[in-house]
């Protein structure tokens, strides 16, 4: 007796949506961010200190600005700068961040299309306010596997930080650098610590470069 095509339908869903789902694990398994840097004359951290403010005025005194400056407070402690106060320090580290509002990816059901396992496919990466619009957490997309629909549809946001190092004696501008990265969530909490890593792998790098950055997972105990 020959299986019915309801039949082979059904079998191949058992087959497929267990590779989906891993997919979709290793996708989630590490972070890329695109990371672009420019510095002019930034001093070496011997006998140099440095205080992190907000470059969005709307952030300054915050509870949330505060803890992801404290990211930044610590990447620079690690090079070997001088954590102090506004009035004290050498360098200004002026630090902003956020994610958009957004947007909706309508794709065939074909894998080799779905830009779900390109995170990339698409990207159009813009920095500077005002696309940076926090919101709830979330995202939503469906599989035809799940519910025989010929389409999949989920959002993806662009989130992205800007790192600012000015001389404190005259404002001269001796860094800059952008840290943007798309995917399947807007929560800052995740998004944030992770540009932040990005942005401080191999710094100050080489100025005028444009560099894709991975971070590893995080392990867990």
Not at 23 to 37: G, I, T, W
Not at 131 to 141: E, K
Not at 163 to 190: C, P
Request: charged residues 20%; glycine residues 8%; neutral net charge.
């Amino acid at each position: 007796m020959q299986p019915s095509h309801s039949t082979i339908g059904r079998t191949i869903k058992l087959v497929v949506v267990p590779l989906l789902l891993a997919a979709l694990a290793a996708c989630a398994s590490s972070f890329k961010a695109d990371v672009s840097r420019f510095q002019s004359q930034l001093p070496a951290p011997q006998g140099q200190s440095f205080a992190v403010v907000a470059d969005d005025p709307k952030l300054a005194g915050g509870l949330e600005f505060a803890q992801y400056a404290h990211l930044v407070e610590g990447q620079m402690q690690k090079l070997g700068y001088e954590l102090a106060s506004p009035k004290d320090a050498s360098l200004i580290v002026r630090f902003d961040y956020g994610v958009d509002n957004g947007r909706e990816k309508v794709t065939g059901s074909s894998f080799s299309r779905d830009p779900f396992f390109s995170p990339w496919y698409g990207y159009r990466g813009y920095y500077g306010r005002p696309y940076y619009a926090s919101r709830l957490w979330g995202f939503g997309w469906y599989d035809p596997f799940f519910d025989d629909r010929s389409l999949d549809s989920y959002t993806v946001y662009t989130s992205g930080i800007d790192l600012k190092i000015d001389r404190a004696a005259d404002g001269q501008r001796l860094f800059e650098g952008k840290a943007e990265a798309v995917s399947t969530s807007n929560r800052l909490q995740y998004l944030v610590p992770n540009l932040v890593e990005a942005m401080f792998t191999d710094f100050p790098g080489n100025s005028g470069e444009t560099v894709r950055i991975t971070i590893a997972p995080e392990k867990k105990k």
